[in-house]
């Protein structure tokens, strides 16, 4: 025979987990140092600046008005 379920806790629970999941992404996103912020902030900053430097054709150029 197949258990018996009762709905509405099996809905509670199925929310619990939701927000669970949902918190440990946030903690995954946003549960970081300053210094670890700091770092990937000026990783992004060097390899900006590395690709805008290797770009053909520069911004604002003669074909530009």
Do not use: C, W, Y
């Not at 709905?7 to 939701?18: G, I, M, S, V, W």
């Amino acid at each position: 025979m197949a258990d018996i379920v009762n709905l509405r806790q099996a809905r509670k629970q199925k929310a619990r987990d939701e927000k669970m999941r949902a918190a440990e992404q946030n903690r995954a996103l946003h549960g970081r140092s300053r210094a670890e912020k700091e770092r990937d902030r000026l990783t992004a900053d060097k390899s900006e600046k590395f690709v805008a430097g290797h770009r053909r054709e520069k911004p604002g150029g003669p074909d530009r008005q």
